[in-house]
């Protein structure tokens, strides 16, 4: 089955810097990837995500890039807020019927902490 | 438009007993996931269904089961409660248009279960 790796576990950035978090999947036939962002007490929110035939996608401060080569994908934040401090998920799955019906394969997530 | 609503929104159950979770998805979304997420194992994937039909399912014991209701409604029931249950339960909405396309995945905001 699928496996995400997910890179790195602790993010710790400045505000107004810029934040890169990795991911890498296994099965080459995966052909979408969201983002999910969680803040304490709540259940993770979608933030972006892309589908296997675009390599980029931008919204706002957000943009993910997506390497079906190398199997992997990564989410870049720039300008941080403290605001956007939580933590962060990505996820691979495959939309083909069959046994991949509402199947996300998550990483294992980033602690982002954007200090003042 | 109201998100997916989960109750309740916290439970203690003892060991041995059996708890049921409710989930209503997103109005008009027809396909509704069960995941399960704990620090140690992170966010895993229980079984998914889309009109009244269970579609998908994880890598859970047969104690962890689940049904959809007509209106789209879910819920998950797990039997026999054991100390690794304790976990926060997400359920997620999608619109699922039947076209494989990838349909964004909306999630509430979980049930935290606690066994003791």
């Known amino acids: 089955g699928e496996n995400v790796e997910q890179h790195p576990s602790t993010l710790s950035v400045q505000e107004g810097d810029s934040a890169v978090i990795k991911c890498t999947y296994s099965d080459s036939a995966s052909n979408y990837f969201p983002w999910y962002k969680q803040e304490l007490g709540k259940g993770p929110q979608l933030i972006i995500d892309i589908r296997s035939n675009v390599g980029e996608k931008k919204d706002q401060r957000i943009a993910v890039t997506l390497n079906k080569t190398a199997k992997h994908f990564s989410l870049h934040i720039t300008e941080t807020q403290p605001e956007d401090s939580a933590v962060y998920f990505c996820?691979?799955?495959?939309?083909?019927?069959?046994?991949?019906?509402?199947?996300?394969?998550f990483g294992q997530g980033t602690i982002l902490t954007v200090h003042p | 438009k109201a998100g997916v609503t989960q109750t309740p929104r916290y439970l203690i159950k003892t060991r041995g007993q059996q708890v049921t979770l409710s989930c209503s998805p997103i109005s008009g979304h027809r396909s509704v996931s069960w995941y399960q997420q704990t620090p140690g194992q992170g966010l895993q994937f229980l079984f998914e269904?889309?009109?009244?039909?269970?579609?998908n399912k994880g890598n859970f014991p047969g104690r962890f089961s689940g049904r959809q209701f007509s209106n789209s409604r879910s819920e998950m029931n797990v039997s026999t409660l054991e100390l690794g249950d304790s976990a926060l339960y997400l359920c997620?909405?999608?619109?699922?248009?039947?076209?494989?396309?990838?349909?964004?995945?909306?999630f509430g905001q979980g049930t935290r279960l606690t066994v003791v």
């Open positions: 996820a691979a799955s495959l939309f083909a019927g069959g046994t991949s019906y509402g199947k996300l394969t």
């Open positions: 997620a909405s999608s619109l699922d248009s039947g076209y494989l396309i990838p349909t964004e995945a909306f």
């Open positions: 269904y889309f009109s009244e039909t269970q579609r």
